[in-house]
Structures are given as C-alpha cells and as structure tokens.
C-alpha cells in the first residue's frame, strides 16, 4: 500500500532559525497536502500542492512539489514561537483514494 | 473556531458501557471522515462518508459503528471498548467524492479514556 515518510520525527531550533520537514511517498501522488496540529489541538490545513515542481508561500512558510511528485517540502524562514507543533504531510495517489498522513515533524522553537 | 463541532470534548468510560461520539458541520461538504489518533503519531482513518454512504471502512473492529443520519451529521457508537482504545478521536470533513484531492476540516475531537 501507499507509503508516505516524514523527517526528521523531531527538531528543536533556536527562534530565528530556519527549518525544513521532508516527506517523500513510495507512489506518485496526486496531489500533496500539509497539516499543521498544535500541543493539544488539531490538524488544520496549510495548502495544497498539485502540480509536478510547484512551489507556494504563505509569508514565512514555503511549500515544494517535487518534479516527480513523490516528494515535497515545508520550509519556514525565520521560526517564531507561534510555529510549535507538529507538521504533518498527508498525500494521495489518485482522488478517489483516501490520504495518507505521513509521520508528522514535531517542531520545538526555543525563545 | 473550527467549522467542525464535535461532542463531547472529553469522555471516560468503563470497558462494558455504551457511548456515541457526535460530530456536526454546516459547510455543506458531503464526505465526512472519523479518524483515531494516538500520541505523537499521526491521524489514522477508520472509516469515510460520501453522500451519507459509507464509502470506506478500513477494518475497524465492530466494537466501533459509524452513523450518518444526514448529510450534516456523523456519530460513532462505541460498545465494549479495551484500554487501548483510548485516543483522540477526530471527526473531518470535505466537500465530495474526491476524497484525496480534497482538503479536510478537522473537528477539536473527542479524547476518549477507557478504563
């Protein structure tokens, strides 16, 4: 069945400091989406990607899909404390499929 | 605010009780999802609503039976849960047969303890 891995499973970074969560599926997917999910609450979408190298920005938040839609990346610029939580990447092979969430990048920001 | 209401917020119940997860949206999406999730780990489907059909139930045991009274609605009957079945559980919606390609509105969720 579909497969969909996140890394790292953890980061703790300095405010300021950039990060990057990786998720790459064993098919090619659909379209890619990512969730964001804070300590205690739940997932909320962030965006959506679905054409083959796609790249999208919410402010500090920068969104890739790889060229052979397996892969894709969140990059945020410059953490803040209002980044803490955990990033999950959720994908689809084709649109009658359900997603698959992948493991999720919790994210710790130090202030 | 999340546009999807689920009740209770918390539950805790006994191995031999019976007890329903609700959950409501007036977004107008006509699929409607139930998921379970575990501590640091991510969202795992049970069972998926199209058109208040069941269109997916990904081998849930029987302990747990899904409900679609209407297009806006979505219970989960619990009876004679185990201890591990203590989780949060997520009800989520999106508009319509395209389950893959469409983004999901996720409820607050149920955290549900069995003891």
């Known amino acids: 069945g579909q497969q969909v891995m996140q890394i790292p499973q953890y980061q703790h970074v300095q405010e300021g400091e950039d990060f990057t969560t990786y998720c790459n599926s064993s098919t090619t997917l659909s379209n890619i989406q990512w969730y964001k999910q804070r300590p205690g609450g739940h997932p909320v979408f962030l965006i959506q990607l679905v054409k083959s190298g796609e790249v999208k920005k919410q402010k500090r938040l920068t969104f890739q899909f790889g060229e052979a839609k397996k892969n894709s990346s969140l990059h945020i610029t410059a953490t803040q404390t209002t980044d803490v939580g955990t990033y999950f990447c959720a994908g689809s092979s084709w649109a009658g499929n359900m997603l698959t969430f992948g493991g999720g990048t919790r994210l710790m920001v130090k202030p | 605010d999340t546009e999807v209401t689920q009740t209770p917020k918390h539950l805790v119940m006994g191995m031999t009780n019976k007890k329903s997860l609700k959950c409501e949206q007036h977004?107008?999406?006509?699929?409607m999802y139930w998921y379970k999730q575990k501590a640091k780990k991510p969202p795992e489907l049970m069972f998926v609503y199209s058109y208040e059909k069941l269109s997916i139930n990904e081998s849930v045991p029987s302990r747990f039976s899904p409900e679609c009274p209407n297009s806006s609605l979505l219970n989960l009957h619990l009876h004679a849960l185990q201890p591990e079945d203590s989780a949060l559980y997520l009800c989520?919606?999106?508009?319509?047969?395209?389950?893959?390609?469409?983004?999901?509105?996720f409820g607050d969720g149920t955290r549900l303890s069995i003891l």
């Open positions: 977004m107008g999406h006509r699929a």
């Open positions: 989520a919606s999106s508009q319509g047969r395209e389950f893959g390609n469409q983004p999901q509105h």
